[in-house]
Structures are given as C-alpha cells and as structure tokens.
T-cell receptor, first 114, second 112 residues
Framework: GAVVSQHPSRVICKSGTSVKIECRSL??????MFWYRQFPKQSLMLMAT?????????EQGVEKDKFLINHASLTLSTLTVTSAHPEDSSFYIC??????????FGPGTRLTVL | GNSVTQMEGPVTLSEEAFLTINCTYT??????LFWYVQYPGEGLQLLLK?????DKGSNKGFEATYRKETTSFHLEKGSVQVSDSAVYFC???????????FGKGTRLSVIA
C-alpha cells in the first residue's frame, strides 16, 4: 500500500514557540492532503484540507493563523503550530489522497507543549 | 449531511471470540465506505473498503458488507486475536475531493 510519513513523530516544546510538522507521501503524488487532530480516546477531527499549490481550506473553528498549512509540492505538506500553548498539545495526523478514492494516513505526531 | 455512527466501546473479547462492530451511515449520494484501524500510538491504517452496494471488503480475516438498504457497514471477524486489540474507525467518503467522515471509533481489547 501507499506510504505516508510524518516528521517528527514526537515533539516537546515550550509555550510560545512554533512547531513545524512535515507530511510526505513517499511513493505517490498526492494532490490533496488532510490534517487531523486527535484528542485522547476520541475520534479524528478534520482541521483542514490542503490542495497542492493553493491555500488550505480550514474547518469551522480552526484558526488558520495559528495552524499554518503549506502544500508546496505533490509529496509534501507542512503544518506549523504557531505560538503553541499547552492546549495545543495533541496527536496530529496527516493523510494523503491519490487519484483513487483512498486516503492513506501518516503515523502521527505527538505534540506536547509545556 | 454526512455522518457515521458506530457502536460505542470499549469492547472486550476473549481470544477466538466472534467480533461484530456495528456501523451505520447517513449520506447524500452513494458514498464509499471504509474501516480503518489504529494501533496504540500509531496513525490509521486502511483495513478494508467497499465502493458500492453489496460489495464486501475483506482483509486479515475481517469483513464488512456495504448494505444500502440498511445503510450499514458492520465489521466482523470470526476469531479475534490479542493482536487485533486496537481502535476501529468506520468512515465514509462521498464522490469528489471530499474528506473522510469518521465515526467516533470503537476500542477493542482482546484478552488471552
């Protein structure tokens, strides 16, 4: 199956700093990538949809100035959590879609803000 | 709108027991249906999918049949193993470039 990687897998940062998470599709070109956030023992909350070369579409309630998404190429999307605070601590998961109807998920990034 | 409802967990079974996790959906049009599995500390992996009515998806002993008449996509496995312990998510996707819509997930624990 298709492979999607995320980096880093875990990150701990101080409050007020910014953190960048990378999502790469390793063996296919992804015209669309998605970013999700998962709280403990809960389902995935879609944050935004990212199409290569265009601005991301954010879900209602997600601050686009806080969660900056860049999709500069067909294999890379980045999520930057700006001025992170403890309430931003979460598990962030990206997914990528090929031309078929299947989304492939990355392994997730555990963000802890102290 | 589109939504997915799956049975609440946690579900605890003994090894070799039969598993059913119910999933029903509401959607406009004719969605594709998916089951994803999430092992502890990991991302989601596609377990199986079905793209049209009466299709059966299967993988690793798991099965689910797309039932349009009952708008369901129940996940079944005849004999679970300890290694099947994970969270299972039912999801749908309508045609076009729309994102997946997930159920809340069902945690399965299989004990030896």
């Amino acid at each position: 199956g298709a492979v999607v990687s995320q980096h880093p897998s875990r990150v701990i940062c101080k409050s007020g700093t910014s953190v960048k998470i990378e999502c790469r599709s390793l063996d296919f070109q992804a015209t669309t990538m998605f970013w999700y956030r998962q709280f403990p023992k809960q389902s995935l909350m879609l944050m935004a949809t990212s199409n290569e070369g265009s601005k991301a579409t954010y879900e209602q309630g997600v601050e686009k100035d806080k969660f900056l998404i860049n999709h500069a190429s067909l294999t890379l999307s980045t999520l930057t959590v700006t001025s992170a605070h403890p309430e931003d601590s979460s598990f962030y998961i990206c997914s990528a879609r090929r031309s078929t109807d299947t989304q492939y998920f990355g392994p997730g990034t555990r963000l802890t803000v102290l | 709108g589109n939504s997915v409802t799956q049975m609440e967990g946690p579900v605890t079974l003994s090894e070799e027991a039969f598993l059913t996790i119910n999933c029903t959906y509401t959607a406009t049009g004719y969605p594709s249906l998916f089951w994803y599995v999430q092992y502890p500390g990991e991302g989601l992996q596609l377990l199986l999918k079905a793209t049209k009515a009466d299709d059966k998806g299967s993988n690793k002993g798991f099965e689910a049949t797309y039932r349009k008449e009952t708008t369901s996509f129940h996940l079944e496995k005849g004999s679970v193993q300890v290694s099947d312990s994970a969270v299972y998510f039912c999801a749908l996707m309508n045609s076009g470039n729309t994102p997946l819509v997930f159920g809340k997930g069902t945690r399965l624990s299989v004990i030896a």
